[in-house]
């Protein structure tokens, strides 16, 4: 039905519009969930549910996500070493970076990094 896509055309903006401000965001380490709600123009409750309701994810699990999305692009990019990096996507500790990154992809960053330089130099 037509509401049912102009309720997925909703979630849809919403959900580019929280991506838009995580990204312009994404160096800032003292960035929280209270500001991106804020921003959303809800309260940290309601837009924790909303988050939850469309990703399955936490507001801290899917700013999580973006940066460690943003993470694997950087050191795809051969450009920048480990620390940079996770200095880039806001995690100012690198020890807690390097965590998080092999949660979402079971693998050091410096081991992604050079899996991914090797393959584009073959």
Known sequence: SSLHYLINKQDADFLKSVDTFIQSHLDDNNFTVEDLAREMGMSRTVFFKKMKGLTGLSP????????MHEAAKLLKTGKYNVKDVSYIVGISDTKYFTKCFKKKYNTTPSEFKKKHINRTID
């Open 60 to 67: 801290i699990e899917y700013i999580r996500e973006i940066r």
